[in-house]
């Protein structure tokens, strides 16, 4: 969670599932883990930006749009790509946006968050509309193409990917003469 102002990371939380991805069902994978790191939160967010689709999604309700209504909170999808719609490529500018438009209906914000990079596709989740969304959005980036608590967590998962799949160190067998341990194919042999 990242508190305005001062513009630092607060608090953070993570859970783990073991449930497999399918497409268009992401909450029914998420949803839970979510919650129960939203639990271990010590604080309620104001508002809440998803690396997922909000009403931009075939079926209208994405990640963000279920956890805010399960969280009671304002949310907001902030995708690196779009899953429906039709959209006009923005301006060059940072700023600059463009609506992303299903059967002539707006479900989101294609937003040019810095000068030169791709733009990412904002949708409202839950208790906000599609201008405060693409505003807050805008507001919690920091030199870089993804909103700071996304790629905050983008940091965080990767950091906990990396811990769970590096390689573990065996116990030296010989405590006190680790000169003589070496690691070899998953076991430690005796020099």
């Known amino acids: 969670m990242i508190r305005r102002p001062p513009r630092s990371t607060q608090s953070r939380s993570s859970a783990a599932s073991d449930v497999y991805k399918r497409q268009g069902l ?3 994978r998420e949803a839970p883990i979510l919650l129960r790191a939203f639990a271990k939160l010590g604080a309620r967010p104001d508002v809440v930006i998803f ?3 909000g009403i931009a999604h ?8 279920h956890m805010g ?13 779009p899953l429906i719609g039709a959209f006009r ?5 940072a700023g600059s946006r463009a609506p992303l438009l299903l059967e002539g209906r707006r479900v989101g914000t294609v937003l040019r968050t810095r000068r030169g990079v791709k733009p990412v596709f904002v949708s409202p989740g839950h208790l906000i509309d599609h201008r405060w969304a693409a505003r807050v959005v805008m507001r919690c980036v920091r ?33 006190g003469r680790a000169e003589d341990c070496y690691q070899q194919t998953g076991r430690v042999v005796l020099k």
């Open 89 to 93: 490529e923005p301006d060059p500018a």
């Open 69 to 81: 209504l399960l969280l009671g909170t304002p949310s907001i999808g902030c995708a690196k790509s």
């Open 51 to 53: 690396d997922s689709q």
């Open 26 to 28: 992401l909450s029914f």
């Open 143 to 175: 030199g870089f193409r993804l909103p700071e608590p996304t790629r905050q967590a983008h940091i965080m998962v990767n950091a906990l990917r990396r811990e769970r799949t590096a390689p573990r160190k065996a116990p030296c067998a010989r405590p």
């Open 58 to 65: 075939p079926r209208g309700m994405g990640l963000a749009a």
